[in-house]
T-cell receptor, first 117, second 111 residues
């Protein structure tokens, strides 16, 4: 079964609204979570890295005030797209890294498709 | 800055054919390299992960090789099937879990 979940799986919103996407590790504690973005017909691009209890580290070119990341617990990270615009429409995928049993592993969520009208 | 390149961008083969997908990376200081499969509109399915100390990994009809010194990896798919049709992504980890992805190879296996 799924090890990392994302909610919602898809969302449609009006321009100017904010959207929150959740990423949960279901049966292990994720000390680090990563957020990626994938535009149509393109590959995944890392947006930011979040460690539990500390501020996220953003990749160059990613606006931290627009993409708010919170990693408040070892099983949950959230990405909030603030004042979304059509150009933010994309497939957002998280991954969670931590120890599952004795193994240092990383699992990807199923993704969230955001469409901004 | 690590860059990952995959060729070809697209590939169409008849069912039953063996095929090779290529991945190259510019910085050989990697922790591991991973091959993923992505179906249209879906998330990622991890296929094979090769640690930097390993040369290859095998799973069923899939075999992935890694040559760190030359910055190359290949994914070999034996006896391809229509169900193998998908986009295959190569990703390298050279900084604590942050994956750098290639552009992918879109594979179509014709019945």
């Amino acid at each position: 079964g799924a090890v990392v979940s994302q909610h919602p799986s898809w969302v449609i919103c009006k321009s100017g609204t904010s959207v929150k996407i959740e990423c949960r590790s279901l049966d292990f504690q994720a000390t680090t979570m990563f957020w990626y973005r994938q535009f149509p017909k393109q590959s995944l691009m890392l947006m930011a890295t979040s460690n539990e209890g500390s501020k996220a580290t953003y990749e160059q070119g990613v606006e931290k005030d627009k993409f708010l990341i919170n990693h408040a617990s070892l099983t949950l990270s959230t990405l909030t797209v603030t004042s979304a615009h059509p150009e933010d429409s994309s497939f957002y995928i998280c991954s969670a890294r931590g120890y599952r049993g004795d193994a240092d592993t990383q699992y990807f969520g199923p993704g969230t498709r955001l469409t901004v009208l | 800055k690590q860059e990952v390149t995959q060729i070809p961008a697209a590939l169409s083969v008849p069912e039953g054919e063996n095929l090779v997908l290529n991945c190259s990376f510019t910085d050989s200081a990697i922790y591991n390299l991973q091959w993923f499969r992505q179906d249209p509109g879906k998330g990622l399915t991890s296929l094979l992960l090769i640690q930097s100390s390993q040369r290859e990994q095998t799973s069923g009809r899939l075999n992935a090789s890694l040559d760190k010194s030359s910055g190359r990896s290949t994914l070999y798919i034996a006896a391809s099937q229509p169900g193998d049709s998908a986009t295959y992504l190569c990703a390298v980890d050279n900084q604590g879990g942050k994956l750098i992805f290639g552009q992918g190879t879109e594979l179509s296996v014709k019945p």
